[in-house]
């Protein structure tokens, strides 16, 4: 099992995740997070660091959040890995909670 970053994180994309990771597992795009799910160890440490709940056990996932499982993995050997906490988007006070984001996701 591994976790999977799913549409909340889409244009919030705060970065409390990824200081706490002990393995490294986040890779950052231009407006999202991902996790490599062949690095993710299930530790469980990112998940009550999300102040949005966008960071899901793959077992636990929303039925319609289940395609971030592949995007994830997808997006993670094309993005870079991130390991400290950076400055989330000006506008993302303004996204955090609002659906159907995956629209909006830049690659």
């Not at 094309?78 to 629209?103: C, F, H, N, R």
Request: charged fraction near 30%.
């Amino acid at each position: 099992m591994t976790f999977v970053v799913t549409e909340n994180c889409i244009k919030c994309k705060y970065m409390d995740c990824v200081e706490v990771c002990p393995v490294d597992c986040f890779h950052v795009g231009p407006n999202f997070l991902v996790i490599d799910p062949d690095e993710c160890i299930d530790c469980t440490l990112c998940v009550p660091e999300c102040p949005v709940d966008a960071i899901f056990a793959e077992d636990d996932l929303p039925e319609d959040q289940k395609n971030f499982t592949a995007l994830n993995a997808e997006l993670a050997k094309q993005w870079p890995v991130i390991t400290e906490m950076g400055e989330p988007p000006a506008d993302s006070k303004e996204w955090e909670g609002v659906k159907g984001k995956l629209a909006h996701l830049e690659r």
